[in-house]
């Protein structure tokens, strides 16, 4: 019969500044007829025994009340590794001088052997060594996703040195209240609001050494505002706009949000560029017109930002008069209503014979160019004239001076639409408040308020929609008093009025308002511990409340629930909006069972924790992140053998169990199981199944029932006693098979 407990390395490698804190194992306790005998150590078991470099250890091993005992033991020292044993003392006695860190490599045992029966027991001694080690200290560095500007904070805590890639640290935030606020090495908030500095503590602890170090980071966040609005802009890089020659603008969103953002420009409901460039190779009258940028977070569902809309419109000339020219001849930009005269320049010899030209067609006093009668021809005897008394939309086109001798043109282009203006351009408001804009146009003629229209364009679309008026909705007035002004209002305004308000005059020009929603944000839930482990029976207690914005004040009070409907989850309302879980007396069954903190509020997301049973596995199991047990040699083997794979995690791996060996085909014959431990080899049971952790022990031959080995009396050849008794005579004369009743009583 074996008994078997896990045994850690205890050695620690630890700077003179840090503290560690040996765990004490328990003796291991053996079946059988006899009475377990207690081991006990001089140094090293209640507490570590401190150890420099260049000293030495020392330490005796004994049994309780060993002069009562009825047998005798054999008591030595082992370091026990990976992949061997070394001895370190055979007697009661361990004294090592000049020690160093690779003395303490494997953990070391006193091995005691019971006489009588051949049992075994352990004792690890427990070691502090201190030697000449690199001072570890924590570090708190920013992380690339923070952004001071808008309130979010990214912090991760770090070990420094870098700790080698076997050593494991587990991370953890707390807050002022000392409650953990984050169970990895990574803080993230959000602050808001006029508050005071507000201190957040990251603790590192090694798992293997239980060394802990503690670092602190202080938010300073006076001057971060309550909420951020972004703004999206249109910056112009071209340095003017010219009839006829490119031009570029690029667009931004302010302040730079956390998350990369793309870009859309719109022209006529058409995509005409991707990117924050807008580029016109030739502005003209066909590209003339409002451009508009629409960013959105570049990767998955973010937030939409508001548009941004450009207006190239084509500038009117500013000279009194206009010269045609030859073929493709000259531009002239005027606006519907202005006087204008245009000037051909003519041969003495032609000046009886010239002719006017609208778009191909004669131009004369019943022509429909002269519809409203304020065409009027001046000829002198080296210029006509045609002067333009209020020019009208159907002026627009290309204007002819013919002669016999020569053709002039002149490209009309005639801007339709007037100077149209809309208060405020932007508007900021918190959901819940008033507003109010008003739009007005001038032009060739004044518009009356009646003949202006309101359109409303959501963030993140390029489609422009009638504005809808209604109870409940937008209140449009057009007051008589104020004719030429049209005012559009809405009370309590909420996330959806988001957009853009365009109002436009019958010749098609627009201008825009923006409104942009501060969006107040919602409270944060917490849980705490977000990882509960508990043993078989424990009871279960946690804790989740919220948090307002401004991190100071505690938000409406959360829920919880369990999502494994067989868990009776007791609940109770604590103070400060708080409220508290509790379970009794949990089984294994619910290993894995996560609660949820949640609200009722929208938009507020739910925080979970999870319970982890840990039950202890049998000896030579190690136990999967899932809660099943898995034999400890299948662990780090190659194979996912753990239904969740954690066996071959290599945060796992690098802890592998140190004493378990595996069992090797041997004489031809596969093993029946596949490890063992490296006590049991050469311990006279066959725990291979095909006598591989029997094979080529080193120890003579030692007497029945006491000894590892037998040895037969016709060749003295020593075979392992897990090879007696087993239908397979190994000795040639079949002595291993002989007095088996005998051997079997006596082993049991």
């Not at 040996?22 to 081991?39: K, Q």
């Not at 003395?103 to 045992?109: A, G, K, L, T, V």
């Not at 041997?666 to 029946?672: A, E, L, S, T």
Request: net charge negative.
């Amino acid at each position: 019969m074996k008994s078997f407990e896990g045994l850690r390395i205890a050695v620690f490698l630890l700077a003179l500044s840090l503290q560690a804190y040996a765990i004490l194992d328990e003796v291991i306790s053996l079946g059988g007829g006899l009475e377990d005998p207690i081991v006990h150590l001089t140094a090293g078991e209640d507490t570590p025994v401190r150890v420099y470099e260049g000293g030495t250890l020392e330490s005796s091993c004994f049994i309780e009340e060993e002069e009562e005992s009825s047998g005798t033991y054999f008591f030595q020292w082992v370091s026990i590794g990976p992949r061997e044993n070394r001895t370190l003392s055979r007697s009661r006695d361990l004294r090592l001088s000049n020690v160093y860190s690779d003395s303490f490599r494997d953990p070391i045992y006193c091995v005691v052997t019971r006489n009588e029966d051949g049992e075994v027991f352990e004792k690890q001694i427990n070691i502090e060594y201190y030697g000449p080690t690199v001072s570890r200290q924590l570090r708190i560095e920013p992380m690339p996703s923070e952004d001071m500007a808008s309130g979010r904070v990214v912090r991760r805590c770090e070990v420094y040195p870098v700790p080698p890639q076997g050593e494991v640290w587990e991370f953890s935030w707390s807050d002022p209240t000392g409650r953990i606020i984050s169970n990895s090495d990574v803080l993230s908030i959000v602050v808001t609001g006029e508050q005071p500095s507000v201190t957040y503590t990251c603790r590192a602890i090694n798992l293997r050494t239980s060394d802990q170090l503690v670092g602190e980071f202080t938010v300073h966040a006076r001057n971060v505002p309550a909420s951020i609005t972004y703004s999206t802009l249109i910056e112009p890089i071209s340095g003017s706009l010219e009839y006829g020659r490119p031009y570029e603008a690029r667009c931004l969103v302010q302040p730079s949000p956390p998350q990369p953002v793309s870009f859309i420009w719109y022209y006529k409901d058409h995509i005409v560029a991707e990117g924050e460039r807008l580029y016109i190779s030739k502005f003209d009258h066909s590209t003339a017109g409002e451009y508009i940028c629409v960013p959105r977070t570049a990767y998955g569902y973010g937030r939409a930002y508001g548009n941004a809309t450009l207006g190239l419109r084509l500038k009117p000339s500013t000279e009194a008069h206009t010269e045609l020219r030859a073929p493709p001849g000259s531009f002239l930009i005027t606006n519907v209503g202005d006087r204008r005269e245009l000037h051909c320049e003519i041969p003495l010899s032609d000046r009886n014979a010239i002719q006017w030209y609208l778009n191909g067609t004669l131009v004369d006093a019943n022509s429909l160019a002269n519809s409203t009668g304020h065409l009027q021809r001046i000829d002198y005897s080296r210029v006509s004239i045609m002067a333009i008394d209020g020019v009208e939309v159907f002026h627009e086109g290309i204007w002819e001076c013919r002669t016999p001798t020569e053709r002039k043109i002149v490209n009309i282009y005639v801007v339709s639409y007037y100077e149209i203006e809309v208060n405020p351009p932007l508007y900021v408001l918190s959901e819940g408040e008033n507003m109010e804009i008003h739009c007005s146009a001038q032009g060739a003629r004044e518009v009356p308020n009646s003949e202006l229209e309101w359109f409303f364009r959501p963030v993140g679309s390029s489609v422009m929609q009638p504005l809808d008026y209604g109870p409940g909705g937008f209140v449009r007035i057009d007051d008589p008093r104020a004719k030429y002004t049209s005012v559009i209002t809405k009370s309590h305004v909420v996330a959806f009025d988001e957009g853009e308000y365009i109002c436009r005059e019958p010749g098609g020009k627009t201008a825009i308002s923006t409104l942009q929603i501060r969006r107040s944000l919602p409270p944060t839930l917490h849980i705490t511990p977000g990882v509960i482990k508990v043993r078989p029976g424990q009871d279960v207690n946690l804790l989740c409340y919220s948090m307002q914005a401004d991190r100071r004040t505690r938000g409406p009070r959360p829920r919880l629930r369990a999502y494994d409907p067989r868990l009776t989850l007791r609940t109770v309302e604590s103070p400060d909006n708080a409220v508290s879980g509790s379970v009794t007396r949990i089984d294994v069954s619910f290993n894995g069972t996560v609660i949820e903190c949640y609200s009722d509020m929208p938009n507020v997301e739910p925080v979970r924790a999870i319970i982890q049973v840990e039950d202890v596995c049998p000896p030579g199991y190690r136990r999967c992140r899932n809660g099943e047990c898995l034999e400890a040699g299948r662990f780090c083997d190659g194979n996912r053998d753990c239904a969740d794979g954690s066996d071959e995690d290599p945060s796992l791996c690098y802890v592998c169990d140190p004493i378990v060996m595996k069992c090797e085909v041997y004489r031809g014959q596969q093993p029946r199981k596949q490890t063992y431990m490296v006590h049991w080899q050469c311990d006279g049971e066959d725990d291979c199944g095909n006598g591989f952790d029997e094979a080529n022990c080193q120890d003579p031959a030692i007497s029945f029932c006491v000894k590892q080995t037998y040895t037969c009396p016709s060749s003295g050849l020593q075979i392992p006693r897990a090879f007696m008794c087993d239908s397979d005579a190994d000795c040639e004369r079949n002595e291993d098979e002989e007095q088996c009743s005998k051997f079997i009583k006596g082993i049991h």
